[in-house]
Structure formats: C-alpha cells, structure tokens
C-alpha cells in the first residue's frame, strides 16, 4: 500500500544540478526517517542523505555540502537538491522511508520502503 515514487533524474553536465522528488503515498514524510541511496553501476548501493523527523539530517561525506535533503510536509513530498554535480554521482537514486525516530545515512538496512528509483547521468 505505502508507494514511494520518485521523479527529477536525468542527464547533466558534470557542475549542473538536479532537483529529486519523492511523493510518498499512504505513509506521512512528516513522522518517519526518509533518506535517499543510490547505486552506481556495478557497485553496492550507498546511503546519500536522510531527514528524521525532527528535521535532522546526515549526508554522506562525499555528498555534503553539495547536496541537499529536505521534505515538505504539506505535499508529504521528499526532495533531495543535486549541486555541483559530479560524474561519481552517476547513480540510480532511491527514495526510501524508515520507522525509525532517528536515522543516518548508515542505517540502510533499517529502511524498509523503496520507490522504483530515478536515474541521475552526469557527463564530464
């Protein structure tokens, strides 16, 4: 029943940015740890960045300061800002939700809802 469906993935050039969406259907963004992963091509999937929800929030060391997670409550919607765009970050990006009061970027394995995921290119 809970859907997670993410949106915003495309081709960029190295520098650019993006903005991902993840609408969460039947589950409230507001009370719940939401995070975005990704996976790279031949590679295990990574935890990127989450938001608790006290608003608090934890990125990846590669990832921080370039990226940015934030939810709205009113549209129940996940975002995560893209900037600075590297060709490391060629990923599909997942959009994910945890019942967990407190949550980081370490705790993958305590999420339990996954969208389908949205691809992100970034050419140098």
């Known amino acids: 029943q809970v859907q997670l469906v993410e949106s915003g993935g495309g081709s960029v050039q190295a520098g650019g940015s993006l903005r991902l969406s993840c609408a969460a259907s039947?589950?409230?963004?507001?009370?719940?740890?939401m995070g975005w992963f990704r996976q790279a091509l031949g590679k295990e999937r990574e935890g990127v960045a989450t938001?608790?929800?006290?608003?608090?929030?934890s990125y990846k060391d590669s990832v921080r300061g370039r990226f940015t997670i934030s939810k709205d409550n009113a549209k129940n919607t996940l975002y995560l800002y893209l900037n600075n765009l590297k060709p490391e970050d060629t990923a599909m990006y997942y959009c994910?939700?945890?019942?967990?009061?407190?949550?980081?970027?370490?705790?993958?394995?305590?999420?339990?809802?996954w969208g389908q995921g949205t691809q992100v290119t970034v050419s140098s």
């Open positions: 994910a939700a945890a019942a967990l009061t407190h949550c980081t970027w370490r705790d993958e394995g305590r999420f339990g809802y």
């Open positions: 039947k589950y409230a963004v507001s009370r719940s740890c």
């Open positions: 938001i608790d929800s006290g608003g608090y929030t």
